[in-house]
């Protein structure tokens, strides 16, 4: 298997644990303060790199020749979802916030091109292109209540873009680093507002936050093997299976909004057009990046 078929692989199943995840978080938000499942998620994230990790060599979690870098690109990991937080209750409506949010794709290209010369072959961009068309389809136009409050989708975009092809930039460090960083962050931003939001969860919710911990630490990892193995540039038409996964989920399961209709087909078709013709075009193309090999732990 070719390293850029490898990369589309990773992010495909990285995006499977996404709708996971979202599935799952969305039954505690009745509940829960977001930010408390947020900040137990990254709490079980930590908890498991210590029980695998930790006890044999606990200085590998932490040893890092850029501290600021791993700090900065950690913090993107919560401007992501406060950026949601904010943008819901300002009154942003899901499905505009999702149309932009789906911009990041495209982003995570133009970043990878001006921070890495990452060069995406035309074919990428024609496939990302075509598959955020299918995203928007999949998604009913809505106006919000200002055109101004659209700065919190879009922080989300620019927040999850940025991670991905800074994720690329940390290749030259360990594995273990990476995903210490990226936890590390977050519990600690979060922390001092704990004691003021935290709910004690029933069992079986707690389970539910156990499970958001678990998938996320694996989803992670799939992200950073994902950036691992080839420039961002090949796997990025791959994040649209989100939308194409989230949309069968809403329709099977009755989770989500309804995307039934002759938009959402049109949408899901593009969407998968697009990712069928990179599967097939992308393992042809030799793209190169600024980027060393990663070190070991």
């Given at each position: ?7 589309m ?37 930590l908890?498991?790199m ?29 401007g ?14 899901s ?24 060069s ?28 101004g409050?659209m700065?919190?989708p ?109 938009r ?14 990179a599967w ?7 793209v ?10």
């Amino acid at each position: 298997m070719t390293s850029n078929r490898r990369a589309m692989l990773l992010m495909l199943a990285f995006v499977t644990l996404w709708v996971a995840i979202e599935a799952l978080a969305a039954r505690l938000l009745h509940s829960y303060s977001p930010y408390q499942v947020v900040w137990t998620r990254y709490a079980v994230h930590l908890a498991l790199m210590l029980l695998v990790w930790g006890w044999r060599e606990p200085a590998s979690l932490w040893r890092t020749r850029r501290p600021v870098f791993q700090i900065a690109r950690s913090l993107l990991m919560l401007g992501m979802p406060a950026s949601w937080i904010l943008g819901m209750q300002m009154g942003v409506p899901s499905a505009a916030a999702m149309a932009v949010f789906w911009l990041s794709p495209l982003l995570i290209l133009g970043m990878a091109r001006l921070f890495l010369r990452d060069s995406a072959a035309a074919p990428m961009w024609t496939a990302t292109a075509v598959a955020f068309a299918g995203s928007l389809l999949m998604h009913e136009p809505s106006r919000p209540p200002s055109l101004g409050l659209m700065v919190f989708p879009l922080g989300m975009a620019m927040c999850f873009s940025l991670y991905v092809v800074m994720t690329r930039s940390l290749r030259t460090e360990t594995l273990h680093a990476n995903l210490f960083y990226t936890a590390v962050g977050v519990f600690v931003a979060l922390s001092p507002a704990m004691p003021g939001l935290w709910i004690t969860p029933m069992p079986h919710d707690f389970l539910a936050m156990a499970g958001v911990g678990v998938l996320g630490f694996v989803a992670l990892y799939l992200l950073d093997r994902m950036t691992d193995a080839a420039p961002v540039s090949v796997s990025a038409p791959f994040a649209y299976a989100q939308v194409a996964l989230t949309a069968s989920l809403a329709l099977v399961a009755g989770i989500g909004h309804d995307v039934s209709g002759g938009r959402a087909a049109l949408g899901l078709f593009l969407i998968a057009g697009a990712v069928l013709f990179a599967w097939v075009r992308g393992p042809q193309l030799r793209v190169r990046d600024a980027v060393g090999t990663r070190t070991s732990p």
